[in-house]
């Protein structure tokens, strides 16, 4: 490799480290299966590595803040980041991500993740993400939904006449992603239509 002056570039072993973690967390793997290939001890050394750190702490500050509307089959959480006494909401980003880590919570590349690994306890679902009650979907993330829902509804068509165990999945996850996809879409036309009102309310007050 050559930097752009075309002179070559002097990469050491850490730095492949450092490119592989970066792209394999972006690409969706999750850090503790990250951490056990690097032979990383603690997942927040695993998190040095990423170099796209800052830019996940703002799509978590989002979030949690309830600045981006979010879908989750727990009720419990969604009231709490929906509500006036959101713990983080007005916070910093900074503040939010301390707060993040305290509560284990983890940023995953089609959502957030209330069971963080360092937990040290076994994940509920073994992995599965959707419909998991720990499990926040994100308008951040909704063209993610809506093309895996294209794809599940795409092999349903396939298999429509099959009761096996596979289909029985596929028909869970697309009820699941379903209810993610129309939730965020009302809540994102929702915000839009204040958005509006707001605009013209205070077009009027100018005049």
């Given at each position: ?14 730095y ?42 703002e ?18 959480v ?6 006036e ?22 940023l ?5 993740c ?10 509920a ?5 959707i ?6 979907a ?42 993610y ?6 809540k ?20």
């Amino acid at each position: 490799m050559k930097d752009i002056n075309g002179d070559k570039l002097k990469l050491t072993q850490h730095y492949f480290r450092h490119i592989f973690t970066t792209y394999a967390l972006k690409g969706g793997m999750k850090i503790h299966d990250v951490a056990e290939i690097l032979g990383h001890k603690s997942i927040y050394m695993t998190e040095t590595y990423d170099h796209t750190l800052e830019e996940k702490q703002e799509v978590i500050k989002g979030i949690l803040s309830g600045d981006v509307p979010v879908s989750t089959s727990n009720k419990t959480v969604l009231e709490s980041i929906e509500g006036e006494d959101n713990p983080f909401k007005g916070k910093t980003i900074d503040q939010v991500d301390k707060m993040r880590r305290n509560l284990k919570i983890e940023l995953l590349p089609h959502g957030i993740c209330l069971h963080h690994p360092m937990r040290g306890e076994p994940c509920a679902q073994d992995g599965v993400c959707i419909g998991c009650n720990y499990f926040i979907a994100s308008s951040r993330h909704l063209p993610i939904y809506e093309r895996r829902l294209q794809r599940v509804n795409e092999e349903l068509d396939k298999n429509s006449n099959e009761k096996s165990i596979y289909s029985t999945k596929l028909r869970y996850q697309k009820g699941q992603l379903e209810k993610y996809v129309f939730d965020i879409q009302e809540k994102l036309a929702q915000r839009g239509f204040q958005e509006s009102l707001n605009q013209v309310a205070g077009a009027k007050h100018d005049d």
